[in-house]
């Protein structure tokens, strides 16, 4: 089978849509078939072979977050090239609300369409346009996927319809190199973040006000800091005798991110909202990391309400701190985490999940029927670009 996959967001800017999309493009290819997947790209780093440049992206705040996303009558051209030259089987478009390449997709193609939501989000003014850009394009989407409750909820309160539920994948192969970086695990008690800094969703300053707390009890606590975002700027409120405690890496390869889970203790997921699954919580028990995470819905579903980790009042640096101190004291609590976590991770391997998407292919497939140009697109794409017009006017 011959399938094309729209990523809305930019390749080389790390993210969990990117993160699954990768993920599910080699979970495809393993087993078989050929894939191309579109996506926005600043030009960092090399394209895996499978990869087509979608165009450069521009920052977007959405969401609660900032996407790079790539819009407009030159991605719409590339969006039409690329589906004329596709010949694919199958399209998939992924966050098909968002304003970029997957809904311009949805706008030029026709034919066997699978469409994913991700993201979990409110109703809003400001977002008014993109749902409109949507609706007037799901008429074409053979089949819907939701990758948790709270994105499928996101897609029958905004759009209507259903969708079948596949989980996101983790490949936990990617994360069995029991390498840990230089000097680690040490004595003391070590934590791990992986997340922007300046996106406040993330929690960082949910940590960074609860490690004041751990230090009183774990002098020799250090904190792992793996992601983007001005150090100082984070540590703006922690006081100057604590900051030494953190240890900012920036930006991590893959290898490295495998590396930082395998030296710490436990991982910490201090997010504030806005998260639909929780892959990162999955990554950390793949490695053997045990997970101590804020009591959003996504991320209870994903530790089976304390299952598989332990949770904490959301927001609370006071709750953060005693969730963490206890299982810091007790080593026999996360070797028994660390073992549950892993067989939990599985349960999600791409192994698994990657054959439930390609039965979602199968479903819509039929023979002799391919992805075109649908030239209706172009008076869509007229009129959409009317009422996003109207509505930034308002």
């Not at 004329?84 to 968002?98: A, C, N, R, T, Y």
């Not at 311009?104 to 066997?112: E, F």
């Not at 995470?293 to 640096?317: C, H, K, W």
């Not at 192994?351 to 029927?369: C, D, F, H, Q, T």
Request: aromatic content about 8%.
């Amino acid at each position: 089978m011959r399938v094309g996959l729209v990523c809305p967001y930019s390749w080389d800017v790390p993210g969990g849509v990117a993160v699954h999309m990768r993920d599910l493009s080699e979970s495809l290819i393993r087993q078989g078939h050929e894939v191309s997947v579109l996506a926005p790209f600043d030009g960092e780093g090399v394209l895996p072979d499978y990869v087509v440049d979608g165009g450069r992206p521009v920052a977007v705040a959405y969401n609660g977050s900032v996407a790079r996303l790539n819009f407009g009558w030159k991605a719409t051209r590339r969006v039409r090239k690329w589906i004329q030259e596709g010949d694919f089987d199958v399209l998939h478009v992924h966050e098909p609300l968002s304003p970029s390449l997957s809904v311009l997709a949805c706008w030029v193609a026709q034919g066997p369409i699978v469409a994913t939501w991700h993201s979990s989000m409110a109703r809003s003014r400001a977002l008014s346009a993109v749902f409109y850009l949507a609706q007037i394009s799901m008429e074409k989407v053979s089949a819907r996927i939701a990758v948790s409750e709270e994105a499928r909820r996101t897609l029958v309160a905004h759009i209507g319809g259903d969708a079948v539920l596949i989980a996101n994948g983790v490949t936990v192969a990617n994360f069995a190199d029991p390498a840990t970086l230089p000097g680690y695990p040490r004595a003391g008690g070590t934590l791990g973040f992986l997340g922007r800094l300046d996106e406040p969703r993330k929690g960082f300053d949910v940590l960074a006000r609860a490690v004041p707390v751990l230090a009183a009890r774990f002098p020799d606590l250090r904190v792992l800091v793996a992601g983007p975002g001005d150090p100082e700027e984070a540590l703006g409120a922690v006081p100057a005798e604590f900051r030494d405690h953190f240890i900012f890496l920036g930006r991590v390869s893959d290898a490295d991110k495998v590396r930082m889970l395998h030296s710490i203790d436990a991982f910490i997921a201090p997010n504030t909202g806005g998260e639909s699954f929780g892959i990162v919580l999955l990554e950390a028990m793949a490695s053997g990391a045990p997970v101590v995470s804020s009591d959003l819905l996504a991320f209870r579903r994903v530790l089976d309400e304390g299952r598989y980790g332990r949770t904490f009042s959301t927001g609370d640096p006071q709750a953060l701190a005693s969730v963490t101190s206890a299982l810091l004291e007790d080593p026999d609590a996360r070797k028994s985490m660390s073992t549950a976590g892993y067989e939990r991770a599985r349960h999600f391997d791409w192994e698994r999940v990657g054959r439930e998407v390609v039965a979602v292919y199968e479903s819509v497939v039929l023979p002799g029927v391919k992805v075109r140009e649908d030239l209706r697109g172009q008076i869509v794409g007229r009129l959409a670009r009317s009422k996003t017009n109207d509505v930034s006017a308002s």
